[in-house]
């Protein structure tokens, strides 16, 4: 729409810098809408509107009109007359425009008429529905001018007195690749949007296309259809189809619901290694060793790649190649001269003919100053325990130098609990790692959260001391499961043993007295 009215005002700025500034006094252009007056639900009719240029250098003129919610308009230039110049069907608005030849326009009395057509929606509302619109045009230069749309603004859709076969979508659209899955299924609604019952039919005039059910009833429910495409053996183009739906006495029937395939040729696919590239570096001194980054094919036929960087410090050899699936290798070197201490980031962009085209690899370069630094992983340490229980297992902390020189450290910490072995150690290069063992010793401590502190510090580094968060959490001891005894049960066990006892004896006594009687 934006557009639309851009391009008029873009019209009009014209006429006023080519129409002489003398002009008619201005009328009105009375465009007026002429409608039916009564449409079915489905049913696809035509709206005309028509005006008068109400005055010599008639020009830039555009023409808006809404049909209701949710109700489809469609647009043609020529179903207007004069033929439009420029025409826009979106939803339910229609746009149609008209430039006139420029330093004249339209004479005065020259009868304009639009037609477009509107369909009704299959689930619209009976009763009343509304149409609005208006049109905006210039005189020579002035203007805009702007005069809404009269004469009939409103339309009744009717309950059809005749069964109606409606359904949803009105279309399909299916996409697949050569020798590849079939697309997944899609689902048809059929329904009766008029009076009685229909009993519906549906067939197809393809071999590949689908239906899992082709035939139903309907009073008002919907009924669904699973539509299914099978592109097994054809190859790669566009493809269409239509099913159609019939109903006896429908007073719509047949009914057409268009499909469309597009099924693509197989292409190949980008795949490259490792996913991202990290180089170091100090100030002033050579350059990381060469990294090195894989690119094969994946798919299918022959991926054709290359590859581009948006940094002067970073080159790769090659910079293209080809590959049926073997892995092509790129050497990717950085260049640090002039460049100074800091971290610095850019992408390497692989393109290709290929389905996942473009890829994007993200470098990473760290300058270090001229001097040893501290390096170390992980970044903090997490211990847990149970209160009571065994310490925690051990944990290693890796420390080396990224920058030059000897790089002479030391670890210490804040806490008790806490340990290292070693605690001093040095380095010459990022390859010259020490592992660190940390120890938690929680002997006497009770449930709870600790924290606490490992500082590495080396004289003379860039970026000394170093801190490495610890954190250690105890649990409580869990308390023992209940007893499937109840309570009261375990506390007079004796009592009820003696009872049954007593009970045994009595019977046996009372039997003997009953022998000697």
């Keep these: 729409m934006r557009l639309f009215i851009a391009f008029f005002t ?65 647009v043609d230039k020529m179903w207007s007359t004069p033929s439009a110049d420029a025409i826009l069907a979106t939803g339910n608005k229609a746009e149609v425009g008209w430039f006139g030849e420029l330093g004249i326009g339209f004479y005065k009395d020259t009868s304009f008429s639009v037609m477009y057509k509107v369909t009704v929606p299959d689930d619209a509302s009976a009763g009343i529905h509304t149409f609005n619109g208006s049109l905006e045009y210039y005189l020579a230069s002035e203007g805009p001018y702007d005069e809404n749309v009269t004469g009939d603004s409103e339309i009744e859709v009717r309950v059809a007195a005749t069964p109606i076969i409606s359904c949803s979508p009105t279309s399909f659209s299916f ?50 259809v699973a539509v299914s495409v099978n592109i097994a053996g054809m190859s790669a183009g566009d493809y269409s189809a239509n099913i159609t739906i019939t ?77 049926i699936g073997e892995h092509d290798t790129v050497d990717v070197s950085v260049d640090i001269a002039g460049m100074s201490v800091g971290d610095y980031s850019t992408n390497i962009t692989i393109t290709a003919e290929a ?105 003379g580094a860039s970026n000394s001391p170093q801190t490495v968060p610890v954190s250690l959490h105890i649990g409580g001891i869990a308390p023992p499961p209940p007893s499937p005894i109840p309570a009261w049960l375990s506390q007079y066990w004796w009592a009820i043993v003696a009872g049954i006892v007593v009970v045994v004896l009595l019977v046996y006594l009372l039997r003997r007295r009953r022998r000697w009687v």
Excluded: C
């Design 10 to 74: 873009i019209m009009a700025l014209m006429a006023v810098a080519l129409m002489p500034l003398d002009m008619a006094l201005a009328q009105e252009a009375n465009p007026m809408r002429a409608l039916p007056e009564t449409v079915d639900r489905g049913q696809t009719f035509d709206v005309f509107v028509t005006f008068t240029a109400p005055a010599d250098k008639f020009n830039a003129i555009g023409l808006t009109d809404l049909a209701p919610d949710g109700w489809d308009v469609t």
């Design 175 to 224: 996409s697949a690749t050569q020798g590849g899955s079939n697309p997944a299924s899609q689902t048809l609604e059929i329904w009766n949007s008029g009076i009685d019952t229909i009993a519906w039919t549906l067939s197809d005039d393809a071999a590949w296309l689908s239906e899992n059910a082709t035939s139903g009833s309907s009073t008002n429910e919907h009924d669904t």
């Design 247 to 323: 109903a006896a006495g429908a007073s719509n029937s047949p009914r057409t619901v268009p499909i469309s395939l597009h099924i693509s040729s197989p292409a190949p696919e980008m795949s490259f290694k490792p996913g991202r590239l990290s180089f170091t570096a100090v100030e002033g001194g050579p350059t990381h060793a060469v990294e090195m980054l894989e690119i094969w094919n994946s798919g299918v036929d022959t991926l054709d790649w290359s590859l581009s960087d948006d940094a002067a410090w970073l080159s790769e050899d090659p910079t293209s190649g080809s590959s």
């Design 355 to 459: 389905s996942n085209s473009p890829q994007v690899v993200p470098v990473s370069l760290h300058i270090s100053p001229a001097a040893p630094e501290i390096s170390f992983t992980p970044e903090m340490l997490n211990f847990t325990a149970i209160e009571g229980g065994s310490t925690p297992p051990n944990k290693t902390l890796t420390i080396w130098n990224s920058g030059i020189e000897m790089l002479n450290w030391f670890v210490s910490d804040d806490a008790e609990w806490l340990s290292q072995d070693p605690t001093s150690g040095n380095s010459t290069s990022p390859y010259d790692t020490t592992s660190v063992t940390v120890l938690v010793n929680t002997a006497g401590m009770s449930a709870g959260d600790y924290s606490a502190n490992i500082t590495i510090t080396a004289p």
